[in-house]
């Protein structure tokens, strides 16, 4: 788009500043207005060039056509312009150049400054030079254009054939360009007719890159609006052949709502010391995150890349001590700690399961096996029947109670599984039969066995306690203070192994029995020690090698997971007025609250403010409700009177291991379809970045912006 008149030698600028009117889209009209500027350069220009590109201003208008005022001045519909500096064109309807006639008047009027050589052929290349440079940011704004619609609808721009030494062939990208070409989009129709493609391959990467950046440039600046953040990462994801890290940001916006946003992938090639270091590295370097504003980090341990994660999370903590290690509030506490387990056996469970999941929930009659198969073992027990029914329609695998239902639906998951795989009428297709030999293989190993009854009992202890902190402010105000009680419990198993042990191994031999597997030693642990079979007794090594290490691994994680600093903030939950009703005796505690002392605005005032807020919700008139929730308080109209609770609360809000609203947990929900439902071939990085922020408030102008500076070489178009 032009920003000066189309006029050459038109005099209106910075000393006689004038409105600019674009050419009319209608053709009759436009026709009319190049007539009267006789400039030759405008005539093969169709009407919508002429409307994209050229303007003319206020000058060339008769004072009647115009409408407005200091704020808008505004062009009337049937407007035609009629003042030009050179002659009207002859009746006959044909149109003079316009460069001729001011070059005649120039050698024959004496009186007038003549224009030097160079400036009209400088005047020229601009007039010229312009509207090519605009045209080609057009063109790019409809690349752009073309792949926010697809990133945004999770649509893969390239298709399954196309090959990178073929070009776009007929992808999705392409055929849209052809779609908008038929529909007249005039630039992008130059760019094929001289190219014979509107976009390579190659630019079609460019255009990714350039989007991924300008959504990370906005990601950042609102995380910075915003003040402290937490960092919260995903299990790994392959992309490519090549593993990266999810990373999502949470904080507290100027509404005083939570949020999460997903903010990109990380690679995750490496190892150690020096993957952790080039991990941070990107975040502050690349994306230009101030780590120093982190109050928090989560992070979905998986077994096989365990220690890497852990050693991020401990340079994270090394070189910013305020980023608090905690819970995954996406995640059950259970399942988390599960995962976190580098043994076989848990491994093969925490495995086993998602694939049941993904089993079971492909196919309503599949699910309608297992219901089936559930009403053979639970015939007397119809009640408890008809709730594991209803649990097995979720997506139970991620309860906190994932481990006793797995015991409790065991039998009954065999029979279903080996049922689908033999197959005698004839129902199932030969993938989900393979699916279900599978499955059937891991459920009838021992280890598995073992393996599920030692994790249900293990985390009875920790299973309340992770629900609760995840629950309602209430419930996790409760789990804050409750600690030390569940670690107690935790040492007292681990102090007593031996018993509980013998009982957990009696439990899961008569499992065994009732599905007729065989107790037995793995054979991969046989056949690295180069064993005979019955040289070790299956007790004695599921003891060293599954129930010790699982208690083990429970306390430390729990220890770790859940420091001072972080039970701190969560008793600081006692400012939410529900529970300040519930426990209106006691004032909150002080102590808990001095843990942001540092990030209020006023220390010096805490005590005072502390107490005030106390007075206001320890009284409760009648029928009066309180907020109970960290969200309702966040929204109340008198908080912003409480500076220091106002900005304990944002903190508080922050925190990884607090479930967010439903409202305000949009990205991870998005980020979680996007990975089910792109195929692995599909899925990049950068369109990701886009299908889960396209409210994020980018603009195409922009994109167009950066994209030119950073490929400030293009292909002329002639």
């Known amino acids: 788009m032009q920003n000066h008149c189309a006029v050459p030698n038109c005099t209106s600028g910075k000393s006689d500043p004038q409105p600019l009117f674009r050419f009319p889209h209608d053709p009759e009209r436009s026709k009319k207005w190049v007539e009267k500027c006789q400039m030759e350069d405008l005539v093969d220009k169709s009407p919508d060039q002429l409307y994209r590109y050229y303007r003319l201003c206020g000058k060339h208008f008769e004072t009647s056509w115009i409408d407005g005022d200091a704020q808008s001045t505004v062009l009337k519909d049937d407007a035609i312009p009629t003042i030009f500096d050179v002659p009207s064109p002859p009746q006959n309807g044909q149109v003079k150049r316009s460069k001729e006639a001011t070059k005649d008047d120039e050698t024959k009027s004496k009186g007038r400054k003549k224009i030097k050589k160079s400036q009209a052929e400088t005047a020229k290349e601009d007039v010229q030079t312009v509207p ?194 905690a819970l995954r509030s996406t995640r059950a506490l259970n399942v988390s700690l599960a995962g976190g387990m580098a043994l076989s056996g848990v491994q093969l469970v925490t495995s086993t399961l998602k694939k049941i999941e993904s089993f079971f929930g492909q196919s309503a009659l599949l699910q309608l096996e297992l219901e089936h198969a559930i009403s053979i073992f639970h015939p007397d027990k119809e009640e408890r029947a008809k709730e594991l029914k209803e649990i097995c329609r979720t997506s139970w695998t991620g309860r906190h109670d994932a481990f006793e239902v797995a015991v409790e639906i065991l039998e009954a998951l065999l029979l279903c599984v080996d049922s689908v795989h033999d197959n005698e009428d004839m129902r199932w297709s030969d993938q989900v039969t393979h699916n279900a030999l599978e499955i059937s293989k891991a459920l009838a190993d021992f280890e598995f066995v073992m393996a599920l009854v030692v994790l249900k009992n293990a985390m009875t202890l920790t299973r309340a306690f992770g629900k609760n902190v995840q629950g309602k402010a209430t419930d996790a105000h409760f789990a804050a203070t409750s600690l030390k009680a569940v670690l107690h419990s935790l040492k007292e198993v681990s102090d007593n192994i031996d018993v509980y042990h013998e009982f957990w191994n009696d439990e899961a031999v008569n499992l065994a029995a009732a599905m007729e597997i065989p107790v037995k030693v793995p054979r991969s642990f046989l056949r690295k020690r180069r064993s005979e079979p019955g040289a070790i007794q299956p007790e004695s090594y599921y003891k060293e090698h599954l129930s010790v290490p699982v208690v083990s691994h429970v306390i430390k994680e729990m220890n770790e997971l859940f420091c001072e600093d972080h039970l701190k903030a969560l008793r600081c939950l006692s400012l939410v007025p529900a529970v300040i009703e519930q426990h209106k005796s006691t004032e909150p505690e002080e102590e808990s609250v001095q843990v942001f002392k540092n990030d209020i605005p006023n220390a010096g005032t805490l005590s005072a403010e502390l107490h005030c807020w106390w007075v206001k919700w320890s009284k409760k008139g009648k029928g009066e409700t309180f907020p109970s929730s960290l969200h309702e308080t966040l929204q109340l109209g008198d908080v912003k009177f409480f500076p220091n609770m106002l900005a304990v609360l944002r903190l508080v809000g922050i925190l990884p291991t607090l479930a967010l609203e439903d409202s305000c947990d949009a990205s991870y929900k998005r980020f979680q379809m996007y990975m089910e439902n792109t195929p692995d071939k599909f899925t990049s990085k950068g369109l990701a970045l886009l299908n889960m922020n396209y409210d994020v408030g980018y603009d195409l102008d922009s994109m167009v912006e950066v994209y030119m500076k950073t490929y400030p070489d293009r292909e002329e178009v002639s």
Request: aromatic share 10%; with cysteine; glycine share 6%.
């Open 132 to 325: 090519e440079e605009e045209e080609y940011k057009e063109y790019l704004k409809s690349l752009f254009e073309v792949l926010v619609l697809l990133a945004e609808q999770s649509i893969p721009p390239t298709g399954p054939g196309d090959d990178k030494q073929d070009g776009l062939g007929s992808s999705n990208f392409q055929a849209l360009l052809e779609y908008r070409m038929n529909c007249g989009d005039e630039v992008l129709k130059k760019r094929y007719d001289v190219n014979k493609e509107c976009c390579s391959s190659a630019q079609l990467d460019q255009l990714i890159e350039v989007c991924e950046k300008c959504i990370h440039s906005k990601l950042v600046e609102e995380v910075k609006q915003n003040g402290f953040f937490s960092v919260l990462t995903n299990d790994l994801v392959k992309l490519s052949g090549e593993w990266y890290l999810p990373v999502f940001l949470r904080y507290v916006d100027q509404s005083n709502c939570q949020r999460e946003r997903f903010v990109g992938f990380l690679s995750f090639e490496g190892d150690g010391d020096a993957l952790a270091e080039k991990l941070l590295s990107e975040m502050t370097d690349k994306w230009g995150l101030d780590m120093e504003q982190c109050r928090g980090q989560a992070h979905s341990f998986s077994g096989t890349h365990f220690s890497k994660i852990k050693t991020f999370a401990a340079k994270l903590m090394e070189r910013y001590p305020m980023a608090v290690l």
